[in-house]
């Protein structure tokens, strides 16, 4: 059964810190990777894509990571501010026809 | 450039009532897809178009749901009748393809409550 969970599930950190939101996936065979951003009663909005050759990709502060053969991602947030307080789900898609599976979300909360 | 919009926002409906959503994709987006997520559970794949056919259904949850999308343009998601369970968030987004580095992208979501 395809599955992603991530962890930690809630993080509170202050201002200007930095933190990483790991995910771990058991979907196959793997296509692609996704980290999206979703704030509270928002369409989830994204962040970074990896396919199976990438490791590393960034955007901004954000520094996602893939090891395809450990099946693990991180998304590593730098120098927070208040506006990254938001849920960030782990989107992972199997073959083609980006059929996806979902993590639950790590709901992080920056605070002053 | 408008985004994926999705109307209604929030509907609040009784037990074994008709809902009817709809979404526009962004234009020119061949791949127009649905979900769903479900109060304290994590988002779930429904159905993904390619233009007006379905290419994958396999998450719709039972024949209560229909999707359509004629014409390929925008599409509508059909709850009848609707139950309890079916209270949540429906998410639509769409993609210019259906390669894997693409970017899909998410409307705001229509919340459904079911009484």
């Known amino acids: 059964k395809n599955q992603v969970e991530q962890s930690p599930q809630s993080l509170i950190i202050l201002e200007g810190k930095n933190c990483t939101l790991q995910?771990?996936?058991?979907?196959?065979?793997?296509?692609?990777l996704r980290w999206y951003k979703q704030d509270t009663g928002r369409g989830p909005v994204s962040l970074t894509i990896?396919?199976?050759?990438?490791n590393t990709k960034s955007n901004g502060r954000y520094t996602a990571t893939l090891d395809a053969d450990t099946k693990q991602s991180s998304l590593h947030i730098t120098a927070s501010q208040l506006s990254d307080s938001a849920s960030y789900i782990c989107?992972?898609?199997?073959?083609?026809?980006?059929?996806?599976?979902f993590g639950t979300g790590t709901k992080l909360q920056v605070i002053p | 450039e408008a985004g994926v919009t999705q109307f209604p926002s929030h509907s609040v409906i009784e037990k074994g009532q008709t809902v009817t959503l709809r979404c526009d994709p962004i234009?020119?987006?061949?791949?127009l897809y649905w979900y769903r997520r479900v109060m304290g559970k994590e988002i779930k794949f429904l159905l993904h178009?390619?233009?007006?056919?379905?290419?994958?259904e396999s998450g719709m949850p039972n024949n209560r749901f229909l999707a359509e999308r004629t014409g390929g343009t925008y599409s509508t998601l059909k709850v009848q009748p609707a139950e309890l369970e079916d209270s949540g968030v429906y998410f639509c987004?769409?993609?210019?393809?259906?390669?894997?580095?693409?970017?899909?992208?998410f409307g705001e979501g229509s919340w459904l409550t079911v009484v």
């Open positions: 987004a769409s993609s210019a393809t259906f390669s894997s580095g693409n970017t899909i992208y």
């Open positions: 995910c771990n996936y058991t979907v196959s065979p793997f296509s692609n």
């Open positions: 990896m396919t199976f050759s990438e």
């Open positions: 989107v992972v898609s199997a073959g083609g026809y980006q059929k996806v599976t």
């Open positions: 234009s020119g987006h061949d791949n």
């Open positions: 178009f390619v233009k007006e056919s379905k290419q994958d």
